[in-house]
């Protein structure tokens, strides 16, 4: 029998957390660096001397012999550089070291990092920050090598934000602010921040790694760029919350094992829809430490992958025609003392808070649904959102029938009959009980209510989940902003929360869809809506370069609008870049591989035509099968000419929304019309011969 894992004393053991915190600083240390956490107060350079010594020696004691500030760039992965603890003593031996100032502030040599011109127009550098925020932890790789990361902002000398951290803990503030001030307005005065939370649930693919070491494509890709259908699919509906084969069981333990010991709390694993596909989900935390937790777990996946002689496929849409992978990002706000601020109550007070919240919230995602959008923009969402296995590319709510009845009734002033109750009111009167199941809540949506938070399901699975994160709070801040200041102007404070809940109800109400949203129906009742269908990345990205952002984000502090420019440029240039990785990497197979074996093969089939003829033998199907091969080949040949022509041409256009553009409706045509022949050709030629693992093999065996 297999040793049992001992988890409460694992989980948390590689991270400097509140409990080693206490433990191992003096009171007054400890002190001031909780209230520095919890209250954003400056850290003095004295104190933080004490913490980082005490870290160092934990750290130390635990095996680690480098520190390095971990960071997130804006290439939705995470950086790290590793110092050495030793400093030189006048002996010619070491000491080890970590003083305050190293604990606080980095100085990487930042300069291949994208900046979208940001940083060369101050300064060369970056510069990274503690954030005491989320807690330091300990990585150990399979050799044993331990290093401290400490958890850090990335910014430039003059500290726009050059990192996916620092807007994230902005807009905290700015959405904690406001929700605060319409909290006061209530009469509530004993919460005093509140907290953006978030539960992402990760979807990833697992394949034999010797499979993705024959495919260049996987490799530099990260799908697969051809591949006929196996023949077998997701049809049969059997993979998802399928039994766990040994092989995955064995890996799923050691990433649970990895993750508790680092405090990432993974608490759900099962097999998702598609053959080979699974997912891992959290218990919740704040959207920062989320966050970072969420990179960690990516990151961790394919560490621990590789050690089962596994690849972990974090891409959006690895495999054509089965589902693609997400990442559902469960969002809620709580207050410090506890209360989820969409959870429905049980008092009239607590409903009247609750309807308002949930108002500030159809408000901001009507307003502001391409900003929601934007924020799941990458090059593989766009193979995704809108494949009729995830959600559309518009955005909507759903709210379930229950509340949407509420809502509706409140739009026209009509009374709400609950379970033998007569909801007139709002703050006066109970809501009739949601019903708290979960089990009927509509999986198509893309934004839905799920009885005490909303859940996100556009994003991308190889995304960081700061984005989104980020535009939540930020349109959210906005929203409650607004009530907060209608709620602080009236003299009538029920009467006021009724009309905005009322108002919100008739204003907003074409945001909220129950129904099917994978359905043809639903793309035209949502035009007929006004509701934008933003179908690709290269368009969503667009709201980000408007005068709304700049104001949006401006006001609140969330970046200013050179930050939104880099980042829209940022993004923008990234999908470039993908695309035209793709595009060689299919010519590059198309050419090397496919191209010869498929020759090789045609130069068999007439050679046998040949011989059959010199003994007078029937040689037709031979012959019919070399016709369609040959026709098939010179077809392929003319878009491979094709596709190296429109990625030159994209390449060598300047301004970069038309190259995006030129990318999205050109190269990927192409790149697309060139694999139809060759998935052709694979059902045509030998198996034997093929040069690359089928999708049979890649999803089915493992
Ligand atoms: P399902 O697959 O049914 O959507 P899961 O249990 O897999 O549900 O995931 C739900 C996620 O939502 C979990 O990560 C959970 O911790 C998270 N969650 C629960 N409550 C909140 C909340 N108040 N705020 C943010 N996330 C939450
Ligand atoms: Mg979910």
């Not at 049992?4 to 694992?10: G, H, R, S, V, Y």
């Not at 209250?39 to 350079?45: A, E, N, R, T, Y």
């Not at 218990?283 to 394919?302: C, G, K």
């Not at 909507?396 to 033998?420: C, H, Y």
Request: glycine residues 6%.
């Amino acid at each position: 029998m297999a040793d049992a894992i001992d988890i409460t004393n694992l989980f948390g053991s590689n991270v400097f957390n509140d409990r080693t915190m206490r433990e191992r600083l003096p009171k007054d240390a400890y002190k001031a660096l909780k209230k520095t956490i919890e209250q954003g107060l400056p850290l003095s350079i004295e104190v933080a001397d004490v913490v980082a010594n005490a870290m160092k020696d934990w750290a130390i004691e635990k095996g680690a012999t480098h520190y390095t500030h971990w960071f997130q760039p804006l290439t939705s992965r995470t950086a790290e550089k590793h110092d050495s603890f030793i400093s030189p003593t006048q002996d010619g031996g070491v000491i080890m070291e970590f003083s305050g100032r190293q604990l606080i502030q980095g100085e990487p040599d930042a300069s291949s990092f994208p900046s979208g011109g940001l940083r060369s127009t101050f300064e060369a550098r970056g510069y990274t920050a503690w954030d005491c925020t989320s807690p330091a932890f300990l990585k150990e790789d399979a050799s044993g090598n331990v290093t401290l990361c400490i958890p850090t902002a990335f910014c430039s000398y003059t500290s726009e934000a050059l990192d996916k951290k620092t807007p994230l803990l902005r807009s905290m503030e700015a959405v904690s602010k406001q929700a605060i001030r319409v909290l006061r307005a209530l009469g509530n005065k004993t919460s005093f921040r509140v907290m953006a939370t978030v539960g992402p649930e990760q979807e990833y693919f697992l394949i034999d790694k010797k499979y993705y070491d024959q495919r260049i494509d996987l490799i530099v890709a990260g799908r697969t760029l051809f591949g006929a259908p196996a023949p077998k699919g997701q049809e049969l509906e059997d993979q998802y919350f399928g039994a766990i084969k040994d092989r995955i069981s064995a890996f799923m333990k050691d990433l649970d094992t990895e993750l508790w010991k680092m405090g990432v709390s993974s608490k759900t694993k099962h097999n998702e829809v598609a053959p080979a596909q699974y997912e891992m989900a959290p218990i919740f935390s704040t959207a920062n430490i989320a966050a970072d937790h969420n990179q960690l777990a990516m990151e961790t996946m394919q560490k621990i992958a590789l050690r089962h002689d596994l690849v972990c496929l974090l891409h959006e849409k690895p495999f054509a025609g089965v589902n693609g992978s997400g990442k559902h990002n469960n969002w809620s706000l709580s207050t410090d003392d506890g209360l989820n601020l969409l959870e429905p109550g049980k008092t009239p007070h607590e409903n009247e808070q609750f309807l308002l919240f949930i108002s500030a919230l159809l408000m901001a995602v009507d307003r502001h649904a391409d900003m929601l959008r934007a924020s799941a923009a990458n090059p593989g969402n766009d193979l995704r959102l809108g494949a009729n296995e995830a959600p559309p590319a518009i955005i909507s709510v759903f709210m379930g029938d229950e509340l949407t009845r509420i809502l509706m009734a409140l739009s026209k002033g009509q009374k709400v009959k609950g379970r033998g109750q007569d909801f007139v009111n709002v703050g006066v009167d109970s809501l009739p009980p949601l019903p708290k199941d979960n089990t009927d809540r509509n999986r198509t949506s893309p934004f839905a209510f799920t009885g005490n938070k909303f859940e996100f399901r556009m994003v991308g699975s190889s995304a960081s989940i700061s984005g989104p994160s980020v535009n939540l709070n930020t349109i959210m801040a906005e929203a409650l902003d607004e009530v907060a200041t209608r709620l602080e102007k009236s003299k009538d404070i029920h009467k006021e929360a009724a009309a905005i809940i009322k108002e919100v109800a008739n204003k907003h109400q074409r945001i909220i869809f129950n129904g099917n949203n994978y359905s043809e129906e639903w793309v035209a009742e949502a035009k007929k809506r006004g509701l934008p269908n933003i179908r690709s990345g290269v368009d969503a990205l667009k709201c980000m370069n408007t005068p709304e952002a700049v104001k949006l984000f401006g006001k609140y502090h969330v970046f200013s609008k050179e930050e939104l420019h880099s980042r829209y440029e940022i993004y923008l240039e990234q999908y470039v870049k993908h695309i035209n990785i793709e595009a060689q990497a299919s010519i590059y197979m198309a050419k090397r591989l496919y191209f010869p074996t498929v020759i090789c093969f045609t130069e068999k089939l007439a050679g046998a035509v040949e011989r059959l003829k010199s003994v007078s033998a029937p040689a037709g199907v031979q012959k019919e099968l070399l016709g369609k091969v040959s026709l098939l080949l010179e077809s392929a040949s003319k878009k491979l000419s094709t596709l190296e022509e429109v990625t030159q041409k994209a390449q060598g256009i300047a301004d970069l929304t038309v190259r995006g553009e030129a990318c999205r409706d050109k190269v990927v045509p192409a790149m697309n019309s060139l694999r139809a022949d060759i998935d052709a050709l694979e059902t045509l030629t030998p198996a034997e011969m093929w040069p690359v693992p089928t999708y049979a093999e890649m999803l089915f065996k493992l």
